[in-house]
C-alpha cells in the first residue's frame, strides 16, 4: 500500500464549479499534510498545510482534514482555468521530521 | 524575497557522462532537500541536509549520486556516471527547519535532465 494515494484523474470541472481533490494515507499517526499545485513543467508551489481536524479556508481553497479516517481533501471554490494544474498531496510521516511523502498528484482541468 | 535558485534548467547528456546541479535556498533557510521527480509521479527525496550537516540521505544511490553543501547554504548534487534512467527532473527545496511538524517546503525551478 502507498503511503499516500491519490486519484491520478484527469478531474474536469466546468469553470465556476467546486472541484474537489481527495487523498488517503496510509500511517495514522500522520501529523501534517500539504497541498501542493504544480503546472506542467514547473516546480511544485504550495497552497496551504493544515495539521487540525476539519476544514481550514485559504481564500477560494479549503483543505479539510479527516484524521480517524485518515483522509484529507482539497475544494476549489468557483474553478477558473487557470487552476488547471495536478494537485500533490503530501504527507510528513511520524517519526521523521520534515520528511514530505508525496502522493502522485491529481490532474485537474476546468473546462471554460 | 527571492525564491529556491537552481541551475541549470536543463541539461542533456550520454550516458556514463557526469553531471552536478547547483541550488540556492531561500535565504535563512537552513534545512535544503533533493528531491527527484519521474514524469507522472510525485517527488521523491534523495537527501535533506540541516545546516551543513546531511541527515536523510537514506534514498540516494550512493554508488553514482553524491551530494555536498559545504557552508550551509549552496548546495551541488552529483551523478557520475549518469544512466538512462536518470532522466527526471531534480528538485531542490528549502525550508527553516522549524522543529516540529509545521516546517514549509519551497521548491527551486528544478533541473531537467536527459540522458541519451
Known amino acids: 500500500q502507498k503511503e499516500v494515494e491519490q486519484n491520478s484523474g484527469p478531474l474536469s470541472v466546468p469553470e465556476g464549479a467546486i472541484a474537489s481533490l481527495n487523498c488517503t494515507y496510509s500511517?495514522?499517526?500522520?501529523?501534517?499534510f500539504f497541498w501542493y499545485r504544480q503546472y506542467s513543467g514547473k516546480s511544485p508551489e504550495l497552497i496551504m498545510f493544515?495539521?487540525?481536524?476539519g476544514d481550514k479556508e485559504d481564500g477560494r481553497f479549503t483543505a479539510q482534514l479527516n484524521k480517524a479516517s485518515q483522509y484529507v481533501s482539497l475544494l476549489i471554490r468557483d474553478s477558473q482555468p487557470s487552476d488547471s494544474a495536478t494537485y500533490l498531496c503530501?504527507?510528513?510521516?511520524?517519526?521523521?521530521?520534515?520528511?514530505?511523502?508525496f502522493g502522485t498528484g491529481t490532474l485537474l482541468a476546468v473546462q471554460p | 524575497e527571492a525564491g529556491v535558485v537552481q541551475s541549470p534548467r536543463y541539461k542533456i547528456i550520454e550516458k556514463k557522462q557526469p553531471v552536478a546541479f547547483w541550488c540556492n535556498p531561500i535565504?535563512?533557510?537552513?534545512?535544503l532537500y533533493w528531491y527527484l521527480q519521474n514524469l507522472g509521479q510525485g517527488p521523491e527525496l534523495l537527501i535533506r541536509?540541516?545546516?551543513?550537516?546531511?541527515?536523510?540521505d537514506s534514498q540516494l544511490p550512493k554508488d553514482r549520486f553524491s551530494a555536498e553543501r559545504l557552508k550551509g547554504v549552496d548546495s551541488t548534487l552529483k551523478i557520475q556516471p549518469a544512466e538512462l534512467g536518470d532522466s527526471a527532473v531534480y528538485l531542490c527545496?528549502?525550508?527553516?527547519?522549524?522543529?516540529?511538524?509545521?516546517?514549509?517546503?519551497?521548491f527551486g525551478p528544478g533541473t531537467r535532465l536527459t540522458v541519451l
Open positions: 493544515i495539521y487540525s481536524n
Open positions: 503530501a504527507v510528513i510521516v511520524t517519526g521523521a521530521t520534515n520528511k514530505l511523502i
Open positions: 500511517d495514522r499517526g500522520s501529523q501534517s
Open positions: 541536509y540541516e545546516n551543513e550537516e546531511a541527515v536523510d
Open positions: 527545496a528549502s525550508s527553516l527547519g522549524l522543529a516540529g511538524f509545521t516546517d514549509t517546503q519551497y
Open positions: 535565504s535563512g533557510h537552513n534545512t
